[in-house]
């Protein structure tokens, strides 16, 4: 009996073990086929986030880097290995350090997505000015996970100077605090006859000419430390000994600490130009260095707005219907910003009044309602109150309603970035001048001084706010006020020392 049950289990044996055989490859397969999908996911993921126009992380409830994407990484001008399991503290500046601990231990307790500017400090010393949105995410394995969006505020010096060599197309020289070539770029070989294993390490002294004394370089340094800029006409000698004239710029460029740490010097050979053509030459420079600064200074916000708003799209858990309110307010802003440097990035047409211009009658309280909700997240970062006319009969302008929204953005912005904490920004606008609309910001900053006002309107010159970390371009109030006066008003300020400012433009009611 015994034998024979055990013979019939031997005479099955071959069979169950090929189904059983079958069944685990088709297993196997199955789960192959999951972690092929599951590595695929993770990648796509990993792309997307590299492919973000703003720097993306994930740390641990302990502060430590989980995860860190490309853009991030080059802020800190680090490789990402050595990033991750960092704790992030160590990349906060010494004296935003209470800053941080306080805000994450905020971040544990809060559900909400909350924000904060730290000073932030690579390993070379260089200090960054960053905005971090931060998210609490709570993973299946119940361990608390941070989520930060962060958007760079200082522009990077390396960056900025080596982006310019390959923008400009002139020939180029970069040097350190001492006049130590650092970099130049083709244009610069093609003028010059040398290459850039020949003066990399060595000093503009190897193309003087001798037809310059000492007195003519001290007078150029000195104007170079006294301005941040020299330019003038200089006789330089090439490779092969050959002299010749070009017009030369020098430009400091300073540090977080407004120490001097690199010069930039371009220069075009005007051996053969006439006078009128060196002067065009310039003129033309300068406007597109005009265009080029304000073509990147629209694009950093736009990036920040629309990676903002793929996060959201994008996140877990789905958007509350408050969130897709604001997310509409982002998208609405993003495609203002792209229309702005659309028009923005011809200088001629603004110099030359052939911007064009839809001329209508526009609603003046419509205008302050979307201006005041695109501001409005700017204004609560600040602790800022914005008080705009509130009418049930609305004001009509005849004005381009893009250019008139424009001139009032830049201008309740600058209101709200120049106040003092838990200020007040005041819209208001009159007519007391006969056939006009005279608009008014109004703000509770520090106020400006006679000399100040003199300096207002002149390209660059922020009256050294960028010393404050505040962002600028320097160029919003020269925008401004051309716009103005194509539309045929004007615009002026009052301001008072330690009381605030009032800026304030006219435009037509009829055409």
């Known amino acids: 009996m015994l034998r024979k049950s055990y013979g019939n289990s031997t005479t099955n044996s071959p069979d169950q073990f090929n189904t059983t055989q079958t069944e685990l ?268 600064k304000i073509a990147h200074e629209l694009r950093t916000p736009l990036n920040s707005i629309i990676g903002y708003t793929q996060l959201i799209e994008h996140g877990s858990p789905p958007p509350t219907p408050g969130q897709l309110s604001r997310l509409k307010e982002i998208l609405r802003g993003g495609w203002h910003l792209l229309e702005l440097i659309n028009e923005t990035t011809s200088l001629e047409s603004i110099e030359s009044n052939k911007m064009p211009l839809l001329m209508e009658h526009v609603s003046l309280h419509e205008i302050f309602h979307e201006c005041k909700a695109m501001l409005e997240p700017q204004a609560r970062l600040h602790d800022i109150t914005v008080h705009t006319p509130q009418s049930k009969n609305s004001i009509f302008i005849y004005s381009d309603r893009v250019r008139v929204k424009q001139i009032l953005i830049n201008l309740m912005s600058n209101a709200i970035k120049y106040n003092r904490n838990a200020g007040m920004v005041d819209v208001s606008c009159s007519t007391h001048i006969p056939g006009k609309i005279q608009v008014s910001v109004k703000d509770s900053g520090e106020g400006l001084s006679s000399g100040e006002i003199a300096q207002l309107f002149q390209p660059f010159n922020r009256l050294k706010q960028e010393n404050n970390g505040i962002e600028g371009t320097g160029l919003g109030l020269v925008l401004t006020k051309r716009l103005v006066e194509l539309m045929g008003g004007d615009i002026g300020v009052t301001s008072t020392v330690g009381e605030g400012s009032v800026f304030w433009f006219n435009l037509n009611i009829n055409g």
């Open 25 to 292: 490859r088709a297993q196997s397969e199955k789960l192959a086929r999951a972690e092929l999908e599951l590595r695929e996911l993770q990648d796509h993921y990993a792309d997307l986030c590299d492919r973000s126009p703003v720097g993306l992380l994930t740390i641990s409830d302990d502060g430590t880097i989980d995860e860190i994407n490309l853009i991030c990484s080059l802020f800190f001008r680090a490789d990402r290995g050595m990033l991750l399991r960092r704790d992030f503290a160590s990349l906060v500046s010494p004296h935003h350090q209470d800053l941080w601990h306080q805000h994450l231990a905020l971040l544990l307790k809060s559900k909400h997505r909350e924000h904060v500017e730290l000073s932030l400090q690579r390993d070379d010393g260089v200090q960054i000015l960053a905005k971090l949105d931060c998210l609490r995410l709570q993973k299946a394995s119940s361990q608390e996970t941070i989520r930060i969006v962060m958007t760079c505020m200082t522009q990077d010096i390396n960056s900025n100077i080596i982006s310019a060599a390959f923008e400009m197309q002139e020939s180029l020289m970069i040097t350190d605090a001492h006049s130590v070539i650092l970099k130049v770029n083709h244009e610069f070989t093609k003028a010059t006859g040398y290459t850039s294993e020949e003066v990399v390490g060595k000093t503009p002294r190897i193309l003087q000419s001798g037809m310059h004394n000492a007195d003519f370089y001290d007078a150029m340094w000195a104007c170079i430390r006294k301005t941040g800029v020299w330019h003038g006409a200089v006789w330089d000698k090439k490779k092969n000994g050959e002299i010749h004239q070009k017009w030369l710029t020098i430009s400091a460029i300073r540090g977080p600490n407004d120490e001097i740490t690199h010069y930039v010097g371009s220069h075009v050979d005007v051996t053969e130009m006439s006078d009128a053509r060196i002067a065009a030459e310039k003129e033309s420079r300068n406007k597109s260095e005009f265009i080029s």
